[in-house]
């Protein structure tokens, strides 16, 4: 069964750091594309990081030098390591995954329409 389930969510003054997780099981390791997006309170989901399955990386302008994005191909493992955090950067963060979509989210890493797999999210609050 293809599942995202992430961990590491907390809460942190401004300038900590937290280490996102994402265990994924099912074939969806498989996919084209993984990623990160997060939603705040009365805002849009926004993507904040992808990796493709080259390890290609993309990131937000918002989070690029602050924000990692790696895999664990042996153990299966997508996370996200946070430094530096804003409280802007306050939201619930979700693990995302395309599988069986195709090649697109190679073009569009950041786009919500590319991920057909969602974990159930995971908050991360920075405090000023």
């Known amino acids: 069964q293809e599942e995202l389930v992430e961990s590491g969510g907390g809460s942190v003054q401004a300038g900590g750091s937290l280490r996102l997780s994402c265990g994924v099981s099912?074939?969806?390791?498989?996919?084209?594309?993984m990623g990160w997006f997060r939603q705040a309170p009365g805002k849009e989901r926004e993507g904040v990081a992808a990796?493709?399955?080259?390890?290609?990386?993309t990131y937000a302008d918002s989070v690029k030098g602050r924000f990692t994005i790696s895999k664990d191909n042996d153990k299966k493992i997508l996370s996200l390591q946070m430094n530096n955090l804003k409280p802007d950067d306050t939201a619930m963060y979700y693990c995302?995954?395309?599988w069986g979509y195709g090649w697109s989210c190679r073009r569009s890493p950041l786009t919500l329409s590319e991920y057909n797999y969602w974990g159930q999210g995971t908050q991360v609050t920075v405090s000023s």
């Open positions: 099912g074939d969806i390791y498989r996919g084209y594309c």
């Open positions: 990796i493709d399955n080259d390890g290609r990386t």
């Open positions: 995302v995954a395309e």
